[in-house]
Structure formats: structure tokens, C-alpha cells
């Protein structure tokens, strides 16, 4: 089987096209004082608001340890408000504060322009084609990575 160049390589091309995707919204929510995870859970919980630490570690890809920590520093900010749940008295449920969707609201304003632009960069057709092509690499990425790492 011939070898292929580094160059062509598909894993390749997806490691530099998210590396540049985070260069940039690291980039643009710096300016408002957020870590993209912070910025995640933001975007989260204004789409479903109120969730537990765990849902949000698994909506973020961190670990449950991490988001404790994140979801404390935000909490402590005012970004966002956390009450015991009713169902388990001991799991905080996180909603988003006023304060927070106007950070979010403001942040999302700038992140948007790059959306816009990949999609201004492509026809249509291409656009969706592209759309169609990710999602197809990212399973195939799903289904090749072991169950136990997942």
C-alpha cells in the first residue's frame, strides 16, 4: 500500500482548521474576558438553560472537575447563578444572569463574523457539500476512537 504524503492527510487539514478556529475565538473572546470554555457554556445555557455541572462538562469536553472550577470563577463574576436542584439537593443547577447574556449577546456579535465569512466563502452548494463532508469526518472520527477513551 503506497504511503500518503503528510501533506494530504485529512487528520492533518482537520488539526490545523480547528487549531485556526481556536486561535481565533481565543483570540476574540480574550477581548471580553473569557476562556472558550466560559464562552461554551454561555452559548449552552442560553440555548438550554438550566443544566448541572455534568451535563455541561459533557456539552463542553472537559472534565467534570474542570467545569466545577470554571462554573465557580463564573458564578463569581455574576455570569451566571447556581441553585441545589429540586430533584438532588446536592447537584447545582447553572442558569445564565442578566449580565451574562448581555457578555454573551456582545461576544457572540464578534464570533459570528467568521461564521459568516466561511460561509460567504463557499457557493451554496459547496457550502452545504462542505457542511455534509464534516459531519461525515467527524463520525467516522467518533467511530474510530476507542469506547473506552470516549
Known sequence: MPEVPVEEYVCTRIRRAEQALMAHHEGVLRGYGLTMTQYTVLLTLSRDDGMSGAQLARACGVT?????????????????????????AKVLIATLTPDGRDLLDRAYQEVIVLERALTDRFTPDEHRLFCEFLDRATATLVEQTPAHTR
Open 64 to 88: 467534570q472537575q474542570s467545569m466545577a472550577t470554571v462554573l465557580t470563577g463564573m458564578q463569581n463574576k455574576g455570569l451566571i447563578d447556581r441553585q441545589p436542584s429540586p430533584v438532588h
